[in-house]
């Protein structure tokens, strides 16, 4: 008999536990580089630059669970908010599976490591500067934030080791 399917493909985003809902978060740190939006044009303008409670390394939130206390306008993510905001990456869980997308192998839920978000480039990692260091966010003006990422192929699983520890 096959295993039940994943409940991110058997429920709608409103139908989610809250533990369901907050694993869907790939860690991939994307949504937390600031963005702009022109005023005119109201066209969005997507930086490097990330958030300050955004640890560069992890891609998480440093302070997740009192995050507005330091960033109020920190969005906390609903189903109505994923299928209204204009921002969330291509590649975010949310985004991917509000418009009927299956997750991909480098997501965690799928991968089973929080590494492979990193491993295949989907990550913020080794790619953002922090607010502090930041100065103007328009000299920080890049796309990749809004493009769908090519995945890094995954690394094939390390060999097994021949070597026998030798007695004596
Ligand atoms: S872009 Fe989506 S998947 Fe990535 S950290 Fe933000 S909420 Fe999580
Ligand atoms: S407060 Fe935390 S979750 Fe919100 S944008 Fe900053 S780093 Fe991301």
Known sequence: MS???PFWQTKTLEDMSREEWESLCDGCGRCCLHKLRYEVTEELGFTNV???LLNLDTCQCTKYATRHRYVPDCVTLTPAEVR?????P???AYRLL???KPLQWWHPLVSGTPETVHEAGISIRGRAVGERHAGPLDHHLVDWPGKMPRPRKPSPPKPASTSKRETT
């Open 3 to 5: 295993a039940p399917a």
């Open 50 to 52: 990330a958030c300050r």
């Open 84 to 88: 209204s905001i204009d921002w969330l």
């Open 90 to 92: 291509p590649s975010c």
């Open 98 to 100: 509000a418009e009927g």
